[in-house]
């Protein structure tokens, strides 16, 4: 059976008690006899396994595809010919 929390709304007391889910609510206070109503507390989210964190989404090389861990590195820049190099200095000097 659960549990239920109840706040007096005259004298601000809080109690509890253990209902069946298909009883009544409870409407007066023990203590005055004033007006109560029941206090929801948040249900608490736990969070398992994976995924969760930035670091999770992080892994190393390991987790790549197979297209990506065999992708053909970049081509150096191309290499100046001697002709080129001569036309710049020649081009230097004037």
């Known amino acids: ?25 409870v409407d007066t206070c023990p203590r005055c006899q004033g ?19 930035v670091t999770d989404n992080r892994k190393g090389t390991e987790d790549k595809p197979e297209q990506e861990k065999e992708k053909v590195p970049d081509k150096p820049p191309p290499k100046e010919k001697e002709g080129d190099k001569k036309e710049g200095d020649k081009k230097a000097q004037k």
């Open 1 to 25: 059976m659960p549990v239920y929390e109840y706040e007096c709304d005259s004298c601000q007391v809080r109690f509890e008690r253990k209902q069946r889910f298909h009883d009544e609510p």
């Open 35 to 53: 007006h109560v109503r029941r206090v929801i507390h948040p249900a608490p989210i736990i969070f398992k396994g994976s995924g969760f964190f």
